[in-house]
T-cell receptor, first 113, second 112 residues
């Protein structure tokens, strides 16, 4: 069965510091992988996606993620965090494109000035 | 403005009440979804509609009853809910099954 694990429930970084949010998945075939962000009181917004091809994908707001098949990981990175990046981040895997996504439990990011 | 509008934003209901959540999308999409977001649990897909036909029902209890009268509107009818049904209910839409999901801001439901 498909599953997604986000090992870090909470992460706190200083503004300007680099960020890496971890995501591990379990899926038999080549997965479709996504990162979403949710600000307080808001719905989810798609940051980036991986379907195939280049394993380093660029997203919105300066985020990128790297698909590593050998490690079953799809970690999200940003070189310099801004205070407005404070939010909850969700990794997801889909077996049929965007439909029927399986989400991780989320990582809540706090940013210190 | 996300293009997907959910009403109400907050709802408090007793276990014997009947209420409905509404979702409207202005994006011309053909697929609509209900997700449940509970505290400390991953988002759970509840229902998927494609061209107004239900194509997915993830073992959701019958006290939740979806309705999709047209491709722009999706409802979730609620009756005889339990306190553990308290959660954020998110609606989403997509152009088709291979297109990005666009989420609404959700309805925060509290069952007392």
């Amino acid at each position: 069965a498909q599953s997604v694990t986000q090992p870090d429930i909470h992460i706190t970084v200083s503004e300007g510091a680099s960020l890496e949010l971890r995501c591990n998945y379990s899926y038999g075939a080549t997965p479709y992988l996504f990162w979403y962000v949710q600000s307080p009181g808001q719905g989810l917004q798609l940051l980036l996606k991986y379907f195939s091809g280049d394993t380093l994908v660029q997203g919105i707001k300066g985020f990128e993620a790297e698909f590593k098949r050998s490690q079953s990981s799809f970690n999200l990175r940003k070189p310099s965090v801004h205070w407005s990046d404070a939010a909850e981040y969700f990794c997801a895997v889909g077996s049929g494109g965007y439909n029927k996504l399986i989400f991780g439990a989320g990582t809540r990011l706090a940013v210190h000035p | 403005e996300t293009g997907v509008t959910q009403t109400p934003r907050h709802l408090v209901m007793g276990m014997t009440n009947k209420k409905s959540l509404k979702c409207e999308q202005h994006l011309g999409h053909n697929a609509m979804y209900w997700y449940k977001q509970s505290a400390k649990k991953p988002l759970e897909l509840m229902f998927v509609y494609s061209l107004e036909e239900r194509v997915e029902n993830n073992s959701v209890p019958s006290r939740f009853s979806p309705e999709c009268p047209n491709s722009s509107h999706l409802f979730l009818h609620l009756h005889t809910l339990q306190p553990e049904d308290s959660a954020l209910y998110l609606c989403a839409s997509s152009r088709d099954s291979n297109s990005p999901l666009h989420f609404g801001n959700g309805t925060r439901l509290t069952v007392t």
